[in-house]
Protein backbone atom coordinates (compact mmCIF):
# COMPACT_ATOMS: atom_id res chain seq x y z
CA UNK A 1 0.00 0.00 0.00
CA UNK A 2 1.00 4.00 -0.17
CA UNK A 3 1.12 3.77 3.56
CA UNK A 4 3.44 0.79 3.55
CA UNK A 5 5.81 2.49 0.83
CA UNK A 6 6.02 5.80 3.20
CA UNK A 7 6.77 4.08 6.26
CA UNK A 8 9.68 2.22 4.28
CA UNK A 9 11.04 5.12 2.36
CA UNK A 10 10.78 7.07 6.17
CA UNK A 11 13.02 3.55 7.61
CA UNK A 12 15.53 3.89 4.44
CA UNK A 13 15.93 7.32 5.21
CA UNK A 14 16.55 7.10 9.28
CA UNK A 15 18.87 4.06 8.76
CA UNK A 16 21.11 6.75 6.21
CA UNK A 17 21.08 9.47 8.84
CA UNK A 18 21.99 7.39 11.41
CA UNK A 19 25.20 6.00 9.36
CA UNK A 20 25.91 9.49 8.50
CA UNK A 21 25.65 10.54 12.30
CA UNK A 22 28.34 7.96 12.71
CA UNK A 23 30.33 8.89 10.73
CA UNK A 24 29.84 12.95 11.82
CA UNK A 25 28.82 13.84 8.59
CA UNK A 26 25.72 16.10 11.00
CA UNK A 27 24.61 18.23 8.18
CA UNK A 28 23.91 15.12 5.78
CA UNK A 29 22.42 13.54 8.61
CA UNK A 30 20.04 16.12 9.76
CA UNK A 31 18.82 16.30 5.95
CA UNK A 32 18.03 12.32 6.16
CA UNK A 33 15.98 12.98 9.17
CA UNK A 34 14.45 16.00 7.80
CA UNK A 35 12.95 13.43 4.74
CA UNK A 36 12.51 10.53 7.01
CA UNK A 37 9.96 12.65 8.72
CA UNK A 38 8.34 13.76 5.40
CA UNK A 39 7.77 10.20 3.97
CA UNK A 40 6.25 9.15 7.78
CA UNK A 41 5.24 11.70 10.58
CA UNK A 42 4.82 9.26 13.08
CA UNK A 43 8.34 7.91 13.15
CA UNK A 44 9.68 8.51 16.44
CA UNK A 45 12.79 7.62 16.11
CA UNK A 46 13.64 10.28 13.04
CA UNK A 47 12.08 13.10 15.21
CA UNK A 48 14.52 12.08 18.20
CA UNK A 49 17.39 11.61 16.12
CA UNK A 50 17.02 14.69 14.47
CA UNK A 51 16.63 16.47 18.21
CA UNK A 52 20.06 14.74 18.65
CA UNK A 53 21.52 16.56 15.12
CA UNK A 54 20.26 19.91 16.39
CA UNK A 55 21.98 19.27 19.96
CA UNK A 56 25.13 18.98 18.91
CA UNK A 57 24.40 21.93 16.93
CA UNK A 58 23.37 23.88 19.74
CA UNK A 59 26.14 22.81 21.99
CA UNK A 60 28.92 24.29 19.71
CA UNK A 61 26.68 27.69 18.37
CA UNK A 62 25.91 28.55 21.70
CA UNK A 63 22.75 29.69 20.21
CA UNK A 64 19.10 29.49 22.14
CA UNK A 65 17.45 29.61 18.68
CA UNK A 66 19.16 26.16 17.95
CA UNK A 67 17.97 24.73 21.50
CA UNK A 68 14.55 25.86 20.90
CA UNK A 69 14.85 23.71 17.14
CA UNK A 70 16.25 20.50 19.06
CA UNK A 71 13.35 21.11 21.22
CA UNK A 72 10.47 21.41 19.32
CA UNK A 73 11.98 17.69 17.66
CA UNK A 74 12.26 16.63 20.40
CA UNK A 75 8.83 17.20 21.34
CA UNK A 76 7.67 15.69 17.78
CA UNK A 77 9.29 12.31 19.35
CA UNK A 78 7.43 12.46 22.82
CA UNK A 79 4.25 13.24 21.58
CA UNK A 80 4.15 9.85 19.39
CA UNK A 81 6.55 8.08 21.93
CA UNK A 82 6.55 9.79 25.77
CA UNK A 83 9.53 7.12 26.79
CA UNK A 84 11.36 9.14 29.67
CA UNK A 85 15.10 8.73 27.40
CA UNK A 86 12.85 11.30 25.17
CA UNK A 87 11.22 13.49 27.75
CA UNK A 88 14.85 14.07 29.24
CA UNK A 89 16.48 15.03 26.11
CA UNK A 90 13.10 17.65 25.66
CA UNK A 91 13.58 18.86 29.27
CA UNK A 92 17.53 19.35 28.31
CA UNK A 93 16.82 21.49 25.19
CA UNK A 94 14.09 23.92 26.82
CA UNK A 95 16.34 24.06 30.01
CA UNK A 96 19.15 25.11 28.19
CA UNK A 97 16.76 27.42 25.69
CA UNK A 98 15.56 29.30 29.36
CA UNK A 99 12.27 27.57 29.16
CA UNK A 100 13.21 26.13 32.89
CA UNK A 101 9.33 25.60 33.90
CA UNK A 102 8.67 23.84 31.16
CA UNK A 103 11.74 21.86 31.62
CA UNK A 104 11.26 20.67 34.92
CA UNK A 105 7.88 19.39 34.07
CA UNK A 106 9.05 17.42 31.70
CA UNK A 107 12.27 16.11 34.13
CA UNK A 108 9.23 15.49 36.24
CA UNK A 109 7.56 13.03 34.32
CA UNK A 110 10.42 11.56 33.20
CA UNK A 111 11.44 10.01 37.03
CA UNK A 112 7.99 9.28 37.61
CA UNK A 113 9.07 6.42 34.68
CA UNK A 114 12.42 6.00 35.57
CA UNK A 115 13.55 7.02 38.46
CA UNK A 116 16.70 6.09 38.47
CA UNK A 117 17.33 8.94 35.77
CA UNK A 118 20.38 10.64 37.14
CA UNK A 119 20.52 13.55 34.45
CA UNK A 120 17.10 14.43 35.11
CA UNK A 121 18.06 14.90 39.39
CA UNK A 122 20.96 16.87 38.24
CA UNK A 123 18.72 19.60 35.83
CA UNK A 124 16.58 19.22 39.04
CA UNK A 125 19.42 20.67 41.30
CA UNK A 126 20.73 23.39 39.06
CA UNK A 127 16.63 24.53 39.01
CA UNK A 128 16.20 24.41 42.46
CA UNK A 129 19.79 26.14 43.00
CA UNK A 130 18.74 28.91 40.41
CA UNK A 131 15.87 29.46 42.77
CA UNK A 132 17.61 29.27 45.91
CA UNK A 133 16.20 26.59 46.94
CA UNK A 134 19.23 25.26 48.55
CA UNK A 135 17.50 22.39 50.94
CA UNK A 136 15.98 20.63 47.56
CA UNK A 137 18.53 21.54 45.34
CA UNK A 138 21.47 19.87 48.03
CA UNK A 139 18.74 16.65 47.28
CA UNK A 140 18.44 16.68 43.84
CA UNK A 141 22.27 16.21 43.56
CA UNK A 142 23.20 14.30 46.49
CA UNK A 143 20.45 11.75 44.68
CA UNK A 144 22.18 12.06 41.48
CA UNK A 145 25.65 10.88 43.22
CA UNK A 146 23.58 8.02 44.65
CA UNK A 147 22.28 6.46 41.35
CA UNK A 148 25.79 7.44 39.32
CA UNK A 149 28.95 7.76 41.94
CA UNK A 150 31.41 7.45 38.78
CA UNK A 151 29.49 10.37 36.99
CA UNK A 152 31.56 14.28 38.02
CA UNK A 153 28.65 16.47 37.48
CA UNK A 154 26.52 15.65 40.66
CA UNK A 155 30.08 16.21 42.92
CA UNK A 156 30.55 19.17 40.73
CA UNK A 157 27.19 20.94 41.76
CA UNK A 158 26.95 19.81 45.14
CA UNK A 159 30.04 21.18 46.24
CA UNK A 160 30.24 24.04 44.64
CA UNK A 161 27.13 24.87 46.32
CA UNK A 162 28.51 24.27 49.41
CA UNK A 163 31.84 26.34 48.93
CA UNK A 164 29.48 29.45 47.99
CA UNK A 165 27.05 28.82 50.98
CA UNK A 166 30.06 28.83 52.76
CA UNK A 167 29.29 25.10 53.97
CA UNK A 168 32.92 24.38 54.11
CA UNK A 169 32.86 20.72 56.07
CA UNK A 170 30.18 19.88 53.98
CA UNK A 171 31.77 20.95 50.56
CA UNK A 172 35.30 18.68 51.68
CA UNK A 173 32.99 15.72 52.52
CA UNK A 174 32.07 15.71 49.04
CA UNK A 175 34.31 16.44 47.03
CA UNK A 176 36.85 13.90 49.36
CA UNK A 177 34.32 11.36 48.18
CA UNK A 178 34.31 12.40 45.06
CA UNK A 179 38.24 11.86 45.23
CA UNK A 180 37.98 8.48 46.22
CA UNK A 181 35.02 7.42 43.36
CA UNK A 182 36.96 9.32 40.24
CA UNK A 183 39.70 7.52 40.33
CA UNK A 184 39.45 6.81 36.24
CA UNK A 185 38.31 10.07 35.72
CA UNK A 186 41.53 12.53 35.06
CA UNK A 187 39.52 15.17 33.71
CA UNK A 188 37.03 15.29 36.69
CA UNK A 189 39.71 15.05 39.28
CA UNK A 190 41.55 18.22 37.94
CA UNK A 191 38.21 20.17 38.63
CA UNK A 192 37.43 18.39 41.85
CA UNK A 193 41.00 19.20 42.73
CA UNK A 194 41.01 23.00 41.85
CA UNK A 195 37.59 23.31 44.20
CA UNK A 196 38.82 21.37 47.06
CA UNK A 197 41.73 24.17 47.01
CA UNK A 198 39.07 27.17 46.80
CA UNK A 199 37.38 25.64 50.30
CA UNK A 200 41.25 25.22 51.48
CA UNK A 201 41.44 29.10 50.22
CA UNK A 202 38.59 29.62 52.52
CA UNK A 203 39.56 28.25 55.46
CA UNK A 204 43.14 30.09 55.32
CA UNK A 205 44.34 25.99 55.19
CA UNK A 206 47.79 27.33 52.44
CA UNK A 207 49.55 24.35 52.81
CA UNK A 208 46.43 22.17 51.60
CA UNK A 209 45.47 24.79 48.87
CA UNK A 210 49.23 24.49 47.30
CA UNK A 211 48.54 20.04 47.76
CA UNK A 212 45.06 20.53 45.94
CA UNK A 213 46.28 23.28 43.58
CA UNK A 214 49.08 21.20 42.28
CA UNK A 215 47.24 17.90 41.93
CA UNK A 216 44.93 19.84 39.85
CA UNK A 217 47.59 21.27 37.60
CA UNK A 218 49.25 17.68 37.41
CA UNK A 219 45.92 16.40 35.60
CA UNK A 220 45.91 19.81 33.61
CA UNK A 221 48.75 21.70 33.24
CA UNK A 222 46.69 23.85 30.69
CA UNK A 223 44.90 25.28 33.55
CA UNK A 224 45.93 29.17 34.22
CA UNK A 225 43.55 29.40 37.05
CA UNK A 226 44.72 26.73 39.12
CA UNK A 227 48.63 28.32 38.74
CA UNK A 228 46.94 31.62 39.76
CA UNK A 229 45.18 30.26 42.96
CA UNK A 230 48.19 28.64 43.99
CA UNK A 231 50.55 31.75 42.72
CA UNK A 232 48.16 33.41 45.60
CA UNK A 233 48.48 30.57 48.36
CA UNK A 234 52.74 30.02 47.81
CA UNK A 235 52.40 33.71 48.52
CA UNK A 236 50.43 33.61 52.28
CA UNK A 237 53.25 30.65 52.73
CA UNK A 238 55.71 33.28 51.90
CA UNK A 239 57.19 31.28 49.01
CA UNK A 240 58.41 34.27 47.09
CA UNK A 241 59.86 32.15 44.12
CA UNK A 242 57.56 29.89 43.75
CA UNK A 243 54.44 32.76 43.50
CA UNK A 244 56.74 34.55 41.05
CA UNK A 245 57.31 31.18 39.40
CA UNK A 246 52.90 30.52 39.24
CA UNK A 247 52.39 34.17 38.54
CA UNK A 248 54.42 34.40 35.36
CA UNK A 249 52.94 31.11 34.14
CA UNK A 250 49.66 32.33 34.54
CA UNK A 251 50.18 35.35 32.35
CA UNK A 252 52.09 33.85 29.68
CA UNK A 253 49.11 31.35 29.66
CA UNK A 254 46.43 33.65 29.94
CA UNK A 255 43.88 35.49 27.51
CA UNK A 256 46.26 39.14 27.07
CA UNK A 257 42.63 40.19 26.69
CA UNK A 258 41.56 39.66 29.90
CA UNK A 259 43.47 43.27 31.06
CA UNK A 260 41.38 43.27 34.16
CA UNK A 261 43.05 40.02 35.64
CA UNK A 262 46.40 40.66 33.95
CA UNK A 263 46.68 43.88 35.93
CA UNK A 264 46.05 42.25 39.11
CA UNK A 265 48.62 39.68 38.59
CA UNK A 266 51.30 42.66 37.76
CA UNK A 267 50.60 43.89 41.19
CA UNK A 268 51.04 40.35 43.00
CA UNK A 269 53.97 40.36 41.08
CA UNK A 270 55.40 43.85 41.98
CA UNK A 271 54.59 42.98 45.58
CA UNK A 272 57.05 40.27 45.59
CA UNK A 273 59.88 42.57 43.75
CA UNK A 274 62.02 44.64 46.18
CA UNK A 275 62.76 46.68 43.10
CA UNK A 276 59.21 47.13 42.25
CA UNK A 277 58.17 48.13 45.51
CA UNK A 278 60.67 50.75 45.78
CA UNK A 279 59.84 52.33 42.44
CA UNK A 280 55.84 53.18 43.55
Known amino acids: SCADEKYKASMKSLNKGVKAAQGKEYFQAGEHFKRSVADYR ?9 GEIETKQAIKSKKKEMWLSAAEKYKEAVKRQGNPAYLMKLGTAQFEAGRKEEAVQNFRKALEKWPELFEAHLYLGRYYRDQFEMKQAAGSFTRAIELNPKNRNGYLALGLMYLDWDMLDHALKVLKNAE ?10 ARIFFLLGRVYDE ?4 EASVESYTASIRRDPDSAVSRLQRGLAYKELGER ?5 DFTKYKAMSDARDRAALRIVDKHICSLNPKCMSRE
Request: charged share 35%; glycine share 4%.
Open 180 to 189: KQLQRDENGL
Open 203 to 206: KRDW
Open 241 to 245: KRALN
Open 42 to 50: DNHNAWFMW
